[in-house]
């Protein structure tokens, strides 16, 4: 009971970060659901709690999504993150805890190379970030410090670049956990889990809303990277726990 108090007020925080800076609810939810269930759990688990939070952001900014970019996107996005949930299923416990920390670690050096550099892209340069994200979406989870600078370099911003993002990594989270029921990896136990989680994820986001206008980025930019160190740390120092 402890760990879903725990795992629950994570996610309504989690939820109003992601709502408000477009990612960061994979970050500070999976190092406890980890901790909580154990990694071959805690993703798929987190990929369910992920699909309603996009729902949410959806339905919350629908009338601004952008629909070119969600289909060059998505359309390369959901095989690759398919091929990417099959990868992960096939690698040890201790060799995912280190991936994700690893990745996590990263992502914060390669998150402001991509954004010092002011990038532009086009339509069919985004497809091919959606093949790429899509990919290691299905292996570790979360790219959401990725995928943003790829929207934003687009040209999105504010409401269209939420609910086209949010749009968008709904079509590559239902693809994963499509493959992950298909493989046998998502019983129904664990899609109940997942349900719950992404019930505090959806009324964090509805909560962000209110407050995406009258907030900076900037703030939560900081955040972000700390969310993504401390979340690297975790992962790795159980892969270093439980390697023999």
Do not use: H
Not at 16 to 30: A, C
Not at 165 to 181: C, G, H, N, P, V
Not at 207 to 219: D, E, G, H, Y
Request: some cysteine; glycine content about 10%.
């Amino acid at each position: 009971m402890e760990a879903y108090v725990l795992v629950l007020l994570v996610g309504l925080a989690a939820g109003v970060v992601s709502g408000i800076i477009g990612t960061g609810s994979s970050i500070m939810l999976l190092p406890v659901l980890v901790l909580a269930f154990g990694p071959k759990q805690a993703v798929p688990i987190m990929a369910v709690a992920a699909v309603m939070a996009n729902v949410a952001r959806v339905v919350a900014w629908r009338r601004e999504i952008n629909w070119r970019a969600f289909a060059a996107y998505s359309l390369t996005g959901v095989p690759a993150a398919a091929l990417g949930a099959r990868t992960l299923l096939e690698l040890p416990v201790t060799m995912i805890n280190a991936g994700l920390g690893l990745f996590f670690l990263l992502m914060i050096p390669v998150r402001y190379a991509f954004k010092s550099r002011l990038y532009r892209i086009r339509l069919w340069q985004l497809a091919i970030c959606g093949a790429v994200i899509g990919f290691l979406t299905g292996l570790v989870l979360s790219t959401g410090p990725l995928s943003v600078p790829a929207f934003t370099a687009y040209g999105l911003v504010k409401g269209a670049f939420l609910s086209t993002e949010a749009a968008s990594s709904l079509a590559i989270y239902l693809s994963k956990i499509a493959t992950f029921r298909e493989l046998g990896a998502l019983p129904v136990g664990m899609v109940i889990q997942g349900i719950i989680v992404g019930a505090s994820l959806t009324l964090g986001t509805f909560v962000a809303k209110a407050m995406v206008q009258r907030m900076k980025v900037a703030t939560f930019q900081y955040v972000l990277d700390l969310l993504l160190f401390v979340s690297g740390v975790s992962m790795l120092w159980a892969a270093w726990v439980q390697s023999p």
